[in-house]
């Protein structure tokens, strides 16, 4: 289960903006959030290295050292403290912290029903058990990253919350390096691998990602001057 813990400068934060921390106690139900991890389904493409150092507005390497769950209008979000370890581009610098807020995580049943009305769905629920009960949301298909484990994120500042940053295109721009197989695999499920990228370790990536980064900046600044 996610860790409840939170910073009181991030909770007065998130509160004025709208967002509360959330306090989980026991049971849970599921209902996923109307979204979908198609790479198709996105406005930016995810499909390459490429696409993702193209359209994402940051990139680091870095381990989730924290997570809490936080309610907004009903809808549940996972808060996380990333250290990093390797910038990228437009993120922090090594040993800082960033704060991902991604959508999905647990949310009191009370606030969903408060939010859009559909206590019809939950009747086997009696109403005296709707603060005691948790509805786990989340985005169909993505794979929600763990506390303690390092992964590469590319991301976009959160223009709600200043500081702040969400995963670009969900969790297709959350990578995960697997040894064994020597890949990186986005966090959705039945990855199958991020296309084009060789075997490597993450140290081969770094490079890897800084040199794509400046080729896509030099293709761009190549073409503004043609035009």
């Known amino acids: 289960t996610p860790s409840q813990t939170q ?4 909770t007065v934060e998130l509160e004025s903006m709208g967002l509360s921390p959330l306090e989980p106690t026991q049971e849970q139900v599921d209902n996923a959030l109307p979204s979908s991890t198609e790479i198709n389904s996105y406005m930016f493409s995810s ?6 150092c193209t359209n994402a507005g940051a990139a680091v390497r870095g381990t989730i050292t924290d997570r809490y769950n936080a309610v907004s209008g009903g809808d549940a979000y996972t ?3 990333i250290q990093v370890a390797q910038a990228y581009f437009g993120g922090p610098p090594v040993e800082e912290t960033v704060t991902m807020v991604m959508a999905g995580g647990y949310v ?3 606030d969903v029903i408060q939010a859009n009305g559909s206590a019809d769905r939950f009747s086997d629920i009696p109403e005296a ?3 005691t009960t948790l509805v786990h949301q989340s985005i169909l298909g993505a794979i929600m990253p763990e506390a303690g484990e390092e992964y590469v994120f590319f991301l976009m500042p959160d223009q709600g919350l200043s500081g702040y940053y969400y995963p670009f295109n969900d969790g297709q721009g959350i990578l995960r390096f697997s040894a064994s197989e020597g890949v990186y695999h986005r966090m959705v499920e039945n990855e199958t691998g991020l296309e084009l990228v060789p075997a490597q370790t993450a140290q081969d990536f770094d490079a890897l990602c800084v040199q794509t980064r400046t080729q896509v ?7 503004s001057q043609t035009e």
């Open 129 to 131: 058990e709707w603060e």
């Open 79 to 81: 808060v996380y403290t």
């Open 217 to 223: 900046q030099e293709q761009v600044q190549a073409q």
């Open 47 to 52: 499909q390459t290295l490429e696409d993702l």
């Open 7 to 10: 910073e009181p400068s991030q």
């Open 108 to 110: 009191p049943l009370a």
